[in-house]
């Protein structure tokens, strides 16, 4: 065992403080990755503080990790000393299923394990990104390409591959008008992600505030879903809505700005229920979807695709005694784009 400095939270919805934390030693197929950078997910926020239910505590959270192999184990051989990789979302899964048989580990029926709030095989639980060190198996490592930094590659771990997956499961591409809703750190890399596969890209944001940026990261178009105008002007529009929000919303009112046979698909993860009028998919022949992160391949190939059109997330980097404040400003909407905690500083 070694012991590391992390952050956690000791209880939910406690601020998280500095302590320590055991990593399992290196077994045959796992890495030890020296962790560089880890991306703040709201997925995070609603974990730490026991709004999905009931949590594991002490709770290190973090599933975007990107760092620097130090030590492999015997029988791997896709890692050396030294090389760039990832850490996201899962960190095992039972390999099994038809699900994992198809690279969809996400939707694994035998029991997946989350990188951290989970348990793992060896029945300890999984602590995740806030840390110095991480011991992951090799088949959950990805490799970060040259191109990107580490630093604005860890949020693709999860906000890159959340939107990548569904954008490209229903075809986003030339002449398709998708509209991303909400843009945080899922949204903004909604927006990078649909452009660069060449669809006509709309923002679908509560106001204008972050117009200038939405339009500089790619999108063609730009609307205050607080202005009700917004639902007339753009009635019967899109191809694909995909929303990234947290909180619950009018579904009725978003699936209306779909054209017929559109697709709204949901990843944001809202703490409560909504409501939804069954008219609203029935009139349109309408899909109401929903989509989880992506499976390890698919990781890699998002996270090359990003470096092929030489984009990161939108970052902003702070030290490991800012978490607190970062919640609280993910809370208030008030992220461009994504809290990136500099491991360095824990
Ligand atoms: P985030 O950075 O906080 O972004 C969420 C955005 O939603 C905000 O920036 C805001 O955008 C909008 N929003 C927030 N509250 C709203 C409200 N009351 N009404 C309307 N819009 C609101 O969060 P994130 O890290 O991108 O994560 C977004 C959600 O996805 C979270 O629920 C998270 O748990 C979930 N998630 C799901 C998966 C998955 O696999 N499905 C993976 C990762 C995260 P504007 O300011 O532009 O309006
Ligand atoms: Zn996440
Ligand atoms: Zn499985």
Redesign the pocket.
Same mark, same amino acid.
């Given at each position: 065992m070694t012991t590391v400095a992390a952050y956690a939270a000791p209880a939910a919805k406690a601020p998280l403080e500095r302590t320590t934390i055991e990593r399992r030693p290196v077994g045959e197929f796992d890495v030890l990755i020296d962790i560089k950078f880890a991306g703040i997910?709201? !997925?995070d926020i609603?974990q730490a503080r026991e709004g999905w239910g009931e949590a594991i505590f002490p709770m290190v959270p973090g599933h975007e990790i990107a760092g620097v192999v130090s030590e492999v184990g015997p029988g791997v051989t896709k890692y050396t000393v030294g090389d760039r990789v990832g850490v996201g979302?899962l960190v095992d899964s039972c390999r099994e299923c038809d699900n994992c048989k198809a690279g969809l580990e996400q939707y694994c029926t035998g029991g997946s394990v989350p990188t951290y709030n989970g348990v793992g095989k060896d029945g300890e639980p999984t602590y995740g990104g806030y840390s110095e060190k991480v011991v992951v198996d090799e088949n959950f490592v990805v490799r970060i390409p040259d191109g990107l930094s580490l630093d604005e590659a860890a949020p693709l771990l999860?906000?890159g591959i959340?939107t990548y997956s569904p954008l490209k499961h229903w075809n986003a591409g030339p002449g398709k008008k998708v509209a991303i809703l &909400?843009?945080? &750190?899922? &949204?903004h890399m909604g927006v990078k992600i649909a452009h660069a596969l060449g669809a006509e890209v709309t923002?679908l944001?509560?106001?204008l505030r972050?117009k200038d940026d939405g339009l500089k990261l790619g999108a063609d178009h730009y609307y205050a879903?607080s202005d009700e105008a917004t639902f007339k002007e753009l009635a019967g529009t899109f191809d694909l809505i995909l929303s990234?929000? !947290?909180?619950p919303?009018n579904l009725d009112a978003y699936l209306s700005l779909l054209r017929t046979d559109g697709a709204f698909v949901n990843?944001?993860?809202?703490e409560e229920p909504v409501k939804l009028n069954l008219f609203s998919v029935i009139g349109g022949r309408k899909t109401l979807a929903? !989509?989880?992160?992506g499976g390890i391949q698919e990781t890699q190939e998002m996270l090359d695709f990003c470096a092929e059109h030489g984009f990161g997330a939108e970052i902003e980097l702070i030290s490991a005694s800012e978490i607190n404040e970062a919640y609280e400003r993910?809370l208030a !909407?008030d992220?461009r784009?994504?809290f990136v905690i500099d491991a360095a500083t824990i």
């Amino acid at each position: 065992m070694t012991t590391v400095a992390a952050y956690a939270a000791p209880a939910a919805k406690a601020p998280l403080e500095r302590t320590t934390i055991e990593r399992r030693p290196v077994g045959e197929f796992d890495v030890l990755i020296d962790i560089k950078f880890a991306g703040i997910c709201h !997925s995070d926020i609603h974990q730490a503080r026991e709004g999905w239910g009931e949590a594991i505590f002490p709770m290190v959270p973090g599933h975007e990790i990107a760092g620097v192999v130090s030590e492999v184990g015997p029988g791997v051989t896709k890692y050396t000393v030294g090389d760039r990789v990832g850490v996201g979302c899962l960190v095992d899964s039972c390999r099994e299923c038809d699900n994992c048989k198809a690279g969809l580990e996400q939707y694994c029926t035998g029991g997946s394990v989350p990188t951290y709030n989970g348990v793992g095989k060896d029945g300890e639980p999984t602590y995740g990104g806030y840390s110095e060190k991480v011991v992951v198996d090799e088949n959950f490592v990805v490799r970060i390409p040259d191109g990107l930094s580490l630093d604005e590659a860890a949020p693709l771990l999860c906000a890159g591959i959340t939107t990548y997956s569904p954008l490209k499961h229903w075809n986003a591409g030339p002449g398709k008008k998708v509209a991303i809703l &909400g843009m945080g &750190g899922l &949204g903004h890399m909604g927006v990078k992600i649909a452009h660069a596969l060449g669809a006509e890209v709309t923002v679908l944001s509560q106001s204008l505030r972050k117009k200038d940026d939405g339009l500089k990261l790619g999108a063609d178009h730009y609307y205050a879903t607080s202005d009700e105008a917004t639902f007339k002007e753009l009635a019967g529009t899109f191809d694909l809505i995909l929303s990234t929000v !947290s909180a619950p919303l009018n579904l009725d009112a978003y699936l209306s700005l779909l054209r017929t046979d559109g697709a709204f698909v949901n990843v944001g993860a809202p703490e409560e229920p909504v409501k939804l009028n069954l008219f609203s998919v029935i009139g349109g022949r309408k899909t109401l979807a929903g !989509s989880g992160i992506g499976g390890i391949q698919e990781t890699q190939e998002m996270l090359d695709f990003c470096a092929e059109h030489g984009f990161g997330a939108e970052i902003e980097l702070i030290s490991a005694s800012e978490i607190n404040e970062a919640y609280e400003r993910v809370l208030a !909407s008030d992220v461009r784009y994504r809290f990136v905690i500099d491991a360095a500083t824990i």
